[in-house]
């Protein structure tokens, strides 16, 4: 891989293919999103490389829009005859529709910060050095008498999005992740971790703490499920927090499928609980606008338990204006999906606000309680009290005495999370980590007391 | 496409390749959706490209293109090549391949309908017609409805010999009410949640589907549910209508089955299975009711499972999983079926699209009905006390799939053979073999209905795909009810 798959001109290329192809519609109103990019992921299993996949790409959709009536086309076929057909699918499509008198002309150009995601070292990464670092995972863990199982991917891509009316949104990126985990007889450990830069990734520490994990949790013991304090490693709070966010935004509020549609402006989380996004903070990745090409801003969603603002697409905030006549008027935020869609918007960039206490130290102030490593499919059980279930996975550990007794059987919980944002007694620095069930978070490790294990399983 | 399978081959071959597969394909979906009486969203999507599968000195490698150009697909080839190369360095086992016999075909689902040459002014109107029917009762706040259509041509050829063209189309359709009143969020779908109902059918499917005609039910039930009592912590009798059979199959028989999982090649992702190889022909899985089969077969019914042929160019097949209770088998793929000795694959190798890996995948897991004529009302009827859910709501289950737990949109109470009061919240829990031990009823074949799951995830980078499951009402006894409140609240 070296330097993006597709650049702003192209963009700007296929825009005046479809305005040509739309002539006899000269009253439309015309956007294309491009994405593009090369990815690689090589994976290993058994303690050696069994899958290893490439992928390159570029696709474009057009998006058209005539009068209050709006659709979307996508193809990947790129030359002119391509972008004429989806353009015209796209046409056709908004054709059959009935007006939306509430829907917003398309975007108007604004400046956008721009942030600089993009690394050559990561773009040029080969094959063979992704096999070597699966290498040095599968011989961290063969050096244990363990197995190793994992991933190492690297990509790069671009997006861009140009409207009729002047909007030239470009973002270019490379990124890289590992995850390792780390089986042996009766346990496992797990780690990963991922950044826009191969550089900042260290696979054989983190295959060292897979290793770490599998051997401390062997032989684990059966507990009670039950009411315990848990220590929540930051894997395990992102993929929670996960489940949280997408009621964030305005329009899931407006559609009163959100749990915060009767809680905006309220105390709705304990006193050490900050959220916000912020797609310009050092630990994060990804584009800094949205689905329309609109600046995305940084947001604080929660501040000391209070829900003090939502994420708002442009026709969302319309929306929210129209319906609240009183108060600060919203203002799209540059969350927006790309349209046409039915959710709206949500804030991905998310940081929590962490605390003093880490991780060892959270550890050492308990006298009981659960040390989690990574949660595991988690589902939303009750979509207003927030109740999601789960299993643990790959590393549970009981602590007594301020120190890991060894590991216990995976447990099942069933957690409200407003409950548990109210239970939250410590947390630790803020870290970006990667779960499985969610996008990648700056996170603290959080300890929780009073959180709930219902059932128990076999291993 | 014979053009482009040709080059990725040649290029493969003589780059070293000692086997190469090449998928050629072309995508084309419809997806359209109503909220609350507006557009939801509207778009027409077309994708093509080339899948080159190559192995090299017993290691694998995989590249995918968009640009179907002679150029582009013979450098993928030399890629996938070079990447197989890279593997081999931290290779295990060799990989081998369980023999086939080079296949030619041409296959072509059943379709009476192009759901393609139905105009959209007349789907939209099938769902906003669905959509005010929803909203005609009062307590609904959000009413959604969707259809989806999609068609798949695939040339795949190998370096064996094998050249098979495939087309399936696929379509689905399904509508929810959410009520929300008193900080209490209620939905109800149909014909299952999650987005409805999907089978490899035409547009027949939609007028099958019937979304109109069920709106005002569906409505009803969902502000219903806010004035229904909490269903209750107990352990009981429970009886589950066929959609949920058919997703419990999928989380607690479907996935462990996957020899891939078995053998560790998702331990890091998916996670593995109790269903260790020396459990063939030894554990009781089930009860003796319970007689499972995975049959991608267009005779066993136009599921999303369903084919002519695999991925890996193995004829579509009807494997026995459990017979009468007894676990006799895995799905399995040419590379599988060789390292546990198989003599052959059952062939369950699927990839997405042009741009991901053939892994297995469940075709259609189905239950077998009863062989007595059983309905659902005569269950109920032969139930002095217990419960009945409908619809799923949540669904979980460990990472080796023995403790999973499902909640359902709704339920209501069996007393001395009556369905009474409805139940708002219910749930169940369990592990996997105790519960189907303790299953010790199922309806009859007119009352099996094979459900379509088009959303289920695996492997890295993660795949989506359709799978099919035969399910008809069936009842469990002495199960765990109400588990999913039991951290608190409500």
Known sequence: MAGPRLTMDEARAWLAQARKAAASEPKAELEITAEGGDSALTRFANNGIHQNVAESSVAISVRAQVGKRTARAATHRLDERGVAAATARAIALARAQTDDPELLAMAEPEATTPVNRWDEATAAITPAERAAAAGAMVEAAKSHGLTAAGICATHCSAVAIVNTRGVEAYYASTGAEYSVTALGESSSGWAKASSPRWGDLDPRAGARMAVQKALASARPREIEPGKYTVILEPAAVLDLIGFLVWDFGALPVLDQRSFLSDRVGKKVFGDNVSIRDDVFHPLQSGMPFDGEGVPRQKVTLVERGWVKNLVYARQSAAQWNEKHTTGERARATGHGFGLPNEYGEAPVNVVIEGGTTPLEQQIAGTERGILVTRLWYIREVDPYQKILTGMTRDGTFLIENGKLAGGVRNLRFNQSMVEMLNQVEALGPAVRASGEESFDMVVPAMKVREFSFTEVTKF | ?490
């Open chain 2, 1 to 490: 496409m014979r053009d482009i399978g040709g080059w990725g081959l040649d290029a493969a071959t003589a780059g070293g390749a000692e086997y190469a597969d090449v998928r050629v394909v072309e995508e084309r979906h419809r997806s359209l959706a109503t909220k609350n009486g507006k557009l939801g969203h509207a778009v027409d999507s077309e994708s093509q490209g080339a899948g080159i599968r190559v192995l090299v000195d017993g290691a694998w490698g995989f590249a995918a293109t968009d640009d179907c150009r002679r150029e582009a697909v013979e450098e993928a080839a030399r890629r996938a090549v070079a990447i197989a190369r890279a593997s081999a360095t931290v290779r295990g086992r060799r990989a081998v391949l369980a023999p086939e016999a080079a296949q030619r075909a041409v296959w072509v689902s059943p379709c009476k309908q192009d759901p393609f040459a139905v105009s959209v002014e007349a789907q939209l109107g099938e769902l906003l017609a669905a959509d005010a029917e929803l909203r005609a009762i009062a307590g609904v706040t959000l009413a959604e409805a969707q259809m989806n259509f999609a068609r798949q041509r695939q040339l795949f050829v190998s370096s064996e010999g094998s050249e098979i063209e495939q087309t399936r189309t696929l379509s689905g359709a399904g509508m929810a009410a959410l009520a929300f009143a008193n900080g209490e969020i209620q939905k109800r779908s149909y014909p299952n949640s999650f987005g409805g109902q999907y089978q490899l059918k035409g547009y027949e499917l939609i007028g099958e589907i019937a979304l109109k005609e069920q709106a005002r039910r569906v409505g009803e039930e969902a502000v219903a549910l806010h004035k229904a009592p909490q269903c209750p912590q107990t352990a009981g009798t429970l009886i589950l209508d066929s959609s949920q059979l058919g997703l419990q199959i999928h989380e607690s028989i479907g996935h462990p089955i996957e020899l891939d999982r078995v053998l560790g090649s998702e331990a890091n992702f998916a996670g593995m299975s109790f269903l260790t190889l020396d459990q063939p022909g030894k554990l009781r899985y089930g009860s003796p009711l319970v007689t499972v089969v995975a049959d991608a077969r267009l005779e066993h019914g136009p599921g999303l499972g369903t084919f002519a042929y695999d991925d890996e160019g193995v004829e579509a097949q009807r494997a026995e999983i459990i017979r009468e209770g007894q676990f006799l088998g895995y799905i399995t793929s040419r590379e599988t079926a060789a390292e546990i000795g198989l003599p052959r694959s059952n062939g369950c190798m699927r990839a997405e699209s042009w741009n991901r890996l053939p892994l297995i995948r469940m075709t259609n897991i189905s239950i077998e009905p009863g062989a007595l004529p059983l309905s659902l009302e005569e269950l109920i009827a032969d139930t002095e006390a217990g419960f009945y859910l409908e619809t799923n709501r949540s669904w979980s289950i460990d990472d080796r799939r023995f403790n999973f737990q499902f909640g359902t949109e709704i339920g209501w109470e069996i007393q001395h053979g009556r369905r009474t009061r409805m139940l708002k919240n219910p749930s169940y829990s369990g592990i996997t073999t105790e519960f189907w031990n303790s299953m010790d009823a199922i309806c009859s074949r007119e009352h099996w209905r094979l459900w379509g799951t088009p959303n289920c995830g695996k492997g890295q980078p993660q795949q989506t795909m359709g799978t099919g499951h035969g399910a008809a009402p069936a009842r469990f006894r002495n199960i765990k009810i109400g588990t999913a409140y039991a951290g608190g609240q409500s």
